[in-house]
Nanobody
Framework: VQLQASGGGLVQAGGSLRLSCAAS????????MGWYRQAPGRQRELVAS???????TYASSVKGRFIISRDNAKNSVYLQMNSLKPEDTGVYYC?????????WGQGTQVTVSS
């Protein structure tokens, strides 16, 4: 399984970005698709996840600003990021949990300027 993340970039505080993650295989039965981020000097942390049944989890820091969604027909998961803050800066990674195996994408850089 390969995961290709895209959509990162430089944006001013208050702006929006939409990240996309395309999987090389079907995600219909994937247990959990998620987005994680890692800021410089910090550990990688969960941003948002969505299960095969549609259950969604958000980090408290992004709740109300970010929206995760998945399109099984396109084997893709998305992260709509609104009202971005400088503390949202980091490398965003797509992650897939499939049959107890974890797959990571290559990461896409998000930089929010103040």
């Amino acid at each position: 399984v390969q995961l290709q993340a895209s959509g990162g970039g430089l944006v001013q505080a208050g702006g929006s970005l939409r990240l996309s993650c395309a999987a090389s295989g079907s995600i219909f039965s994937v247990d959990v698709m998620g987005w994680y981020r890692q800021a410089p000097g910090r550990q990688r942390e969960l941003v948002a996840s969505i299960t095969s049944g549609g259950t969604i989890t958000y980090a408290s820091s992004v709740k109300g600003r970010f929206i995760i969604s998945r399109d099984n027909a396109k084997n893709s998961v998305y992260l709509q990021m609104n009202s971005l803050k400088p503390e949202d800066t980091g490398v965003y990674y797509c992650r897939e949990l499939r049959s107890a195996t974890i797959f990571w994408g290559q990461g896409t850089q998000v930089t929010v300027s103040s």
